[in-house]
């Protein structure tokens, strides 16, 4: 198959090269799609984590709408520089990493943030590494929101079904759509709840 051609290392070699900051910042649309998700499940004192956040669009629309506690963790490190000079407000008050993301997430305590997302992310995750599905769910204390294609597959996309996936790990899927709205035709939008999970 094609996609057992290509390494991990050399997944992560295309997105350290071809994280394309400049055009990333165009789609607001898909950031302003995710925030009421976010406001849905979220306070605005909740640590949130974006896994992939490339220049920051993400993180910026919650930081413009009064979420404080943000982090996010690039593979990139031209995204990450683009993040800080359009949005120094943002890096100064977030915890930007740069890192690929097997590489930082063992480290981080369980429990540690209380909602992780990713939007075109985890189809980017090869296979060798779904470990790090596992790990999410554990460092989440309350949501898990995903945005991703699960059915598109080429050397660098893999499809799975996140629902399947995160309800191994002590979540129940609470919400799911398509994602016309953010013109992300192929996705879909998923949130998931840790069973028994502290009250907010």
């Known amino acids: 198959m094609k996609n057992e051609k290509k390494s ?3 997944v992560h070699n295309y997105w350290i090269r071809k994280s394309s900051p400049e055009a990333y910042l165009i789609h607001r649309e ?3 799609f995710l925030l009421p998700y976010i406001r849905k499940y979220a306070n605005t004192d909740n640590s949130i984590l974006e896994i992939g ?3 920051g669009r993400n993180l910026q629309t919650l930081f413009e709408n009064d979420f404080k506690r943000l ?14 000079k359009t949005y120094p407000a943002l890096a100064a008050q977030s915890d930007v990493i740069h890192s690929p993301v097997e590489e930082w997430i063992k480290q981080v305590p369980s429990g540690h943030f ?3 997302f990713t ?3 985890l189809e980017h995750i090869h296979p060798d590494s779904e470990w ?4 999410i769910a554990r460092i989440s204390r309350k949501h898990i929101l995903t945005i991703e294609d699960e059915n598109t597959t080429n050397w660098r996309l893999f499809p799975r079904n996140y629902q ?3 309800e191994q790990f002590g979540y129940q899927q609470v919400e799911e759509k398509d994602c016309k709205k953010a013109d992300l035709e192929k996705y879909r939008l998923r949130i998931f709840e840790r069973i028994g999970r502290a009250s907010s």
């Open 132 to 135: 790090v599905f596992e790990e």
């Open 30 to 32: 898909r950031s302003e």
């Open 71 to 84: 982090a996010g963790i690039e593979i990139s490190k031209q995204a990450v520089e683009k993040l800080k």
């Open 114 to 116: 209380d909602l992780v």
């Open 53 to 55: 956040c490339n220049a």
């Open 119 to 121: 939007m075109a992310v």
């Open 164 to 166: 399947k996936i995160f």
């Open 8 to 10: 991990v290392e050399e």
